[in-house]
């Protein structure tokens, strides 16, 4: 019997998920228009959605999304052929318990230098969603979580996540924007207990979510290279199955801990089953962390965070562990200094050691972000080679709200001592990024 499910399991997944699972997802989605009325605030309100994990979760995503900003310019036409929308998604919300949203991010990129092509573009269509369906009343809440993207480049021979190998970078510009069409990024069952002090998800999950957040690590919104997004010493798996649990202990205390498959594809979602369960080869982690509250757990952080990867014997990949640290605070509701350290012992890391640290800055009433930082990174030897240079990366970004729903953000990357190019001492690549939310 468990063959057979494991089977079939198998053999459908895919097409459900393709087929079935998205297309009735955008079908019925708009429909929902029936339910609109009016509201003053011009998008929806989802601060009660519940959230496992930092500002680039699906709940994350969705509250920062429905967020009323102050944009530069008013659209008129652009806000009120959204606002009938938006309407309808505060009414949903209310009545069902269905939060959801969509947005379409493109990046270039264009480097100074290069050993092959200089010039990447790539776009990222997105739909998103939690539905509670447990405890809505009662606080300890069941949710269906779902994601569901679409990955492809245009314009250029490479997508900007392939960029920073192509000038003999050992990191990456942009590693979001990779080429690989429609994939299955979540798809898990979250859980609240005791309060909602204990939370748990399994299913397909995004250890990225969770793992070692703080309050910049939103590839969507704010820096660009990996070097100030997940520790880069962390070798986090793609998209998989797995599970996690997130418990505070204390108001100020709390415990992150998870299991993913270390050879997740979101692509292939039909192959996640036999992956996990007869791979064997899994991503484990544990992180205890301080806070100022639970409402501030990515904006006021410290945490220290171990992890280990098993070897992937097709990947040819040995197995490792290392140890990663964070400090980011929120100052006056605009800066936000971090400090982030992390080492890495085999398993696939990119580096070896790595050090970064910057700020950002929310200017006009947290309308726009100014953000930098500055990292120090040894690569790994066991995954490239020894005697490679250690690096330094700069990124300066600002991103400019335009609309309510559009955002576009300018970005400079300066790279010096690439590598895998000793011909080069420093490099520059030059960045725009567009991101409409609905």
Known sequence: ????????????????????????????????????????????????????????????????DARKKEPAFRFEGLDSFFKPYFDAKTRVNKEMGLAYGFDYTAMYQSASESLGEKNAGGGIFRAFGSWTLLGRESGNTGSIVYKVENRHKYGTDIPPKDLGFEIGYVGFTAPIYADYEWGLTNLYWQQKLAESKFNIIAGVVDPTDYLDIYGLINPWTSFSNLAFLTDPTIPA????????????????????????????????????????FDDHEYF?????????????????????????????????????????????????????????????????????????????????????????????????????????DDQYTAEFFYRYQLAQHLAITPDIQYIKDPAQNPEEDQIVVYGLRVRLDF
């Open 284 to 388: 484990t982690h544990l992180e205890v962390g301080w806070t100022t509250s639970y409402e501030r757990r990515y904006l006021d952080n410290i945490n220290l965070t171990y992890w280990h990867a098993d070897e992937r014997v097709n990947a040819a990949t040995p197995d490792g562990w290392g140890v990663a640290f964070s400090y980011a605070t929120f100052i006056d509701e605009k800066w936000m200094p971090f400090l982030r350290v992390g080492y890495a012992e085999d398993g696939g890391a990119l580096y070896e050691n790595s050090v970064a640290l910057g700020f950002g800055y929310y200017t006009a009433g947290t309308r726009d972000l100014l953000g930098f930082g500055l990292n120090w990174s040894e690569p790994s030897e066991s995954s490239f080679g020894p005697g490679l």
């Open 1 to 64: 019997m468990i063959a057979l499910t494991r089977n079939v399991l198998t053999h459908f997944g895919c097409k459900f998920v393709y087929q079935i699972f998205l297309p009735v997802l955008l079908i019925l989605s708009f429909p929902l228009l029936i339910y609109a009325q009016e509201t003053d605030n011009p998008k929806s309100a989802y601060e009660d959605v519940p959230e496992f994990g930092g500002p680039s979760s699906v709940g994350g995503g969705l509250k920062e």
């Open 237 to 276: 798996p793609n998209q998989g199955l797995g599970a996690a649990f997130g418990w505070m202990v204390s108001d100020n205390i709390y415990i992150v801990g998870g299991l993913a498959d270390t050879n997740g594809d979101p692509s292939e979602p039909g192959d996640m089953w036999d992956s996990f």
